[in-house]
T-cell receptor, first 114, second 112 residues
Framework: DAGVIQSPRHEVTEMGQEVTLRCKPI?????LFWYRQTMMRGLELLIY????????DSGMPEDRFSAKMPNASFSTLKIQPSEPRDSAVYFC????????????FGEGSWLTVV | ELKVEQNPLFLSMQEGKNYTIYCNYS?????LYWYRQDPGKSLESLFV?????AVKQEGRLMASLDTKARLSTLHITAAVHDLSATYFC????????????FGTGTRLQVFP
C-alpha cells in the first residue's frame, strides 16, 4: 500500500487566502485523523472521522477551520481565511481493522501563511 | 486537564550508553503508543502497548507500560547515532477509537 497520501506537501499563501489540504487514507482504514504540529503547541488533534462521519471536532481551533470526508478515500481540511498563526505542519493519519492498532501518518503538509 | 508529559525533553547521550525516556499521563488508558520523528519527516510508529505490563522490544529500543502508575518507558540500549530523532508517546483516551493525545516529545541526540 502507498500509505497515507497528503497534498500539497508545501504551501505558502498570503493571509486571508483560502487553503485546502487533502488526504487519502490507507485503503480499508475506517478512522481518519487530522493533526497539527507547531513548535509551541506540539502535536494537536484537530478532528477525526469514523466511517466518513466526524466524531470529535473539539480540537478545531475556530470557525475558520473546517474538515470534510465525502467518501472513504478522501478528506479535506480547509482554512478560510488563513492567518499567519495557522502556519504549521498538518498531518493526516488513518487506522482501522487489520492495522494492528497502529495509526499511520502521512508525510504532512507544510503550511506557511505570510 | 489531560496531560501527557515526557521527560527528559532533550537528551544528549554518547554512543554505547543506556538511557530511559519516561512518559506520564493523567487519565485512565490502557493503550499507549510510541512514535519516532526525524527532522522534517512524518511520524513512524515504533510500539503499540495494549495492556498493563506490556513490554515490546525492537532492536535497541524496549517499551513498557504500567497502567496503574500511568507510566510508560522507552529504554535505549547501547545507543547508536542512527537513533537520533524525536520520540513521542501518545495515549489513547477514548478506549479503542484511536483518539491520541501526544506527549511533548523527547529530542534525542547520540554523539560518538
Amino acid at each position: 500500500d502507498a500509505g497515507v497520501i497528503q497534498s500539497p506537501r508545501h504551501e505558502v499563501t498570503e493571509m486571508g487566502q483560502e487553503v485546502t489540504l487533502r488526504c487519502k487514507p490507507i485503503s480499508g482504514h475506517d478512522y481518519l485523523f487530522w493533526y497539527r504540529q507547531t513548535m509551541m503547541r506540539g502535536l494537536e488533534l484537530l478532528i477525526y472521522f469514523n466511517n466518513n462521519v466526524p466524531i470529535d471536532d473539539s480540537g478545531m481551533p475556530e470557525d475558520r477551520f473546517s474538515a470534510k470526508m465525502p467518501n472513504a478515500s478522501f478528506s479535506t481540511l480547509k482554512i478560510q481565511p488563513s492567518e499567519p498563526r495557522d502556519s504549521a505542519v498538518y498531518f493526516c493519519a488513518s487506522s482501522g481493522t487489520g492495522s494492528g492498532n497502529t495509526i499511520y501518518f502521512g508525510e504532512g503538509s507544510w503550511l506557511t501563511v505570510v | 486537564e489531560l496531560k501527557v508529559e515526557q521527560n527528559p525533553l532533550f537528551l544528549s547521550m554518547q554512543e554505547g550508553k543506556n538511557y530511559t525516556i519516561y512518559c506520564n499521563y493523567s487519565t485512565t488508558s490502557d493503550r499507549l503508543y510510541w512514535y519516532r520523528q526525524d527532522p522534517g519527516k512524518s511520524l513512524e510508529s515504533l510500539f503499540v502497548l495494549l495492556s498493563n505490563g506490556a513490554v515490546k522490544q525492537e532492536g535497541r529500543l524496549m517499551a513498557s507500560l504500567d497502567t496503574k502508575a500511568r507510566l510508560s518507558t522507552l529504554h535505549i540500549t547501547a545507543a547508536v547515532h542512527d537513533l537520533s530523532a524525536t520520540y513521542f508517546c501518545a495515549v489513547d483516551i477514548s478506549f479503542n477509537t484511536d483518539k491520541l493525545i501526544f506527549g511533548t516529545g523527547t529530542r534525542l541526540q547520540v554523539f560518538p
